[in-house]
């Protein structure tokens, strides 16, 4: 299966899988970060996404509130998208890679590992059809998607898909998106993406603590 061939796979799985519940959370938030056209810029625009977001956040298997920003026109959001996050004039203001970010390691290091996570689990980067980079946010979102998916499809009986999830929120969003914060926040008029990108923090925070508690015990945290 291709990188992009794992960003459409299409979530049908039993509705009360709470791997299920968290794997909509990631693909809805790859959806809402990525750029604000067509479907997705209207779903913005009206609020839809960030219901949907809502919705699916409260079907998780810990707590977990998502707020969403103040609605937005999504031609003004796309000015700001491009604002921030296109290299316009050489390099974006911020970046959504994670290399770009305080505490990644070396390009190449970094690169080596992402690759090793995303074949281990079944998923090819070496025929060059992927939009993205490896260590992009939407790339990193869609690959935890991607996982808990897998995991709501193989139920209870596969520790391994867990502990998988487990590393990569450690090793890697975990570490770096409290940076994309800050720097958003220092960017300043970064409406609605500074917002989304605190929720995200939180739901991965908390996501990661969750995890954990499935490998030291069996009751996870309420």
């Known amino acids: 299966m291709s990188a992009d061939a794992a960003q459409e796979v299409p979530l049908e ?5 709470t791997a299920a519940a968290r794997s909509q959370v990631y ?4 959806q809402a970060l990525g750029f604000p056209q067509a479907e997705t810029g209207a779903a913005l625009e009206n609020g839809e996404l960030y219901q949907a977001i809502a919705q699916a956040a409260g079907t998780l298997p810990y707590r977990y509130t998502f707020i969403g920003p103040p609605l937005i026109d999504a031609r003004d959001m796309g000015r700001v998208y491009t ?18 970010h305080e505490g990644a390691p070396p390009e190449q290091q970094l690169w080596e590992e992402l690759l090793r996570f995303y074949r281990y689990f079944g998923l090819d980067f070496s025929t060059g059809g992927a939009r993205e980079r490896p260590d992009h946010l939407l790339v990193e979102l869609e690959f935890m998607h991607y996982l808990s998916f897998l995991e709501a499809g193989a139920g209870d009986g596969h ?9 990569f929120l450690e090793r890697h969003l975990t570490r770096w998106l409290p940076a994309l914060r800050v720097a958003l926040v220092e960017a300043g008029d970064a409406a609605p993406y500074d917002v989304l990108v605190d929720a995200l923090v939180r739901f991965v925070g908390a996501d990661a603590t969750y995890l954990g508690s499935l490998q030291a015990g069996p009751e996870p945290p309420l």
């Open 13 to 17: 799985v039993a509705a009360d899988s």
């Open 27 to 30: 693909a809805l938030f790859a």
């Open 83 to 100: 604002a921030l996050f296109e290299a316009v004039t050489g390099k974006p203001q911020v970046s959504l890679l994670e290399q770009r």
């Open 159 to 167: 520790p391994g898909l867990r502990r998988g999830q487990q590393d």
